[in-house]
């Protein structure tokens, strides 16, 4: 069988997490995985800027045999996500497949509220999309959505300074605003792939009343239905249990950082993409 991993794309490390949650409930499947390290963080970049790159990327992964990719980065997902399924994917070749992370956890939030309030955390550029908001109402009409943008969170832990004392003020402070006025808010979406590296102190400054919900599970569990509904699909993804991983950046640093995302030491390339 020809080599036809599952893409998986993020601007940087945080899709790690999302891979890790794959790879273990899809252990048989190959997947490359493409951290787009040097144009990275796409959170505060334009729509335009954000599609292009994002395109590149998927091309880079189409090139490598990929016949599904999964935009595993919330910021993709809510800029260039639609416009490359309705727009590009025709063009290239219209039965490949791109998906995002943001429906498959707009489809289950509304399972976890008792109250019908929740919360995102994402950052700028999520947030200002309204993708959350928008999909959520699509799935449960009567959910009352309360967005933050949380733009330091990132680059903390991009910097491996998420756990120092010094990320506390910024964790406190994103959480305090969301919650103010929004006192019934009893779950919480961490609408962005980096952010379960800050689970632990997020919760700390939660009340325990309050459900956290990272995404790496919840995309796994839906790519696999997604896989059962789509045998087309399915037959032309190669299964050798086979992980790659690739970088846009320097690949020393890649493999230093993303053992911290992904759990298990990573050995990477360097691509050129764009």
């Known amino acids: 069988m020809q080599s036809a991993p599952i893409g998986i794309f ?7 997490t999302v891979l890790k949650e794959i790879s273990r409930v899809l252990p048989e499947y190959d997947y490359i995985y493409l951290g787009d ?54 063009g290239i070749d219209p039965n490949r497949r791109v998906l995002g992370v943001i429906r498959p956890t707009a489809e289950v939030v509304g399972l976890y509220s008792v109250t019908r309030h929740v919360g995102v955390l994402g950052t700028p550029g999520t947030i200002k999309s309204e993708s959350y908001v928008l999909e959520i109402a699509r799935f449960f ?23 120092s004392p010094g990320a506390d003020y910024f964790v406190k402070k994103y959480l305090d605003d969301l919650l103010s006025g929004n006192d ?10 980096h952010y379960p590296l800050l689970i ?7 009340s325990p009343s309050i459900r956290v919900i990272s995404q790496g599970a919840i995309v796994a569990e839906s790519l696999k239905d997604y896989l059962q509904r789509h045998p087309e699909i ?13 970088t846009t950046d320097s690949a ?23």
């Open 10 to 16: 993020d601007s940087g490390y945080g899709g790690l």
């Open 37 to 90: 390290n040097a144009r990275n963080p796409y959170g505060t970049r334009s729509f335009e800027a954000v599609y292009q790159f994002t395109l590149e990327c998927v091309n880079q992964l189409f090139s490598m045999g990929c016949q599904l990719v999964i935009l595993a980065c919330n910021t993709a997902s809510a800029k260039a996500l639609r416009t490359i399924q309705q727009k590009d994917l025709p």
């Open 141 to 163: 009409p009567d959910l009352h959505v309360y967005q933050q943008a949380c733009p330091m969170w990132v680059p903390l832990i991009e910097n491996n300074e998420h756990l």
């Open 184 to 193: 019934k808010i009893d779950t919480v979406i961490l609408g962005c792939t």
């Open 200 to 206: 632990e102190k997020i919760q700390q400054y939660l």
């Open 234 to 246: 399915d037959e032309k993804c190669s299964k050798f249990s086979k992980v790659r991983f690739l």
């Open 252 to 274: 020393e640093l890649f493999n230093g950082n993303a053992s911290v995302f992904f759990g298990k030491e990573v050995f990477s390339e360097i691509v050129v993409v764009g």
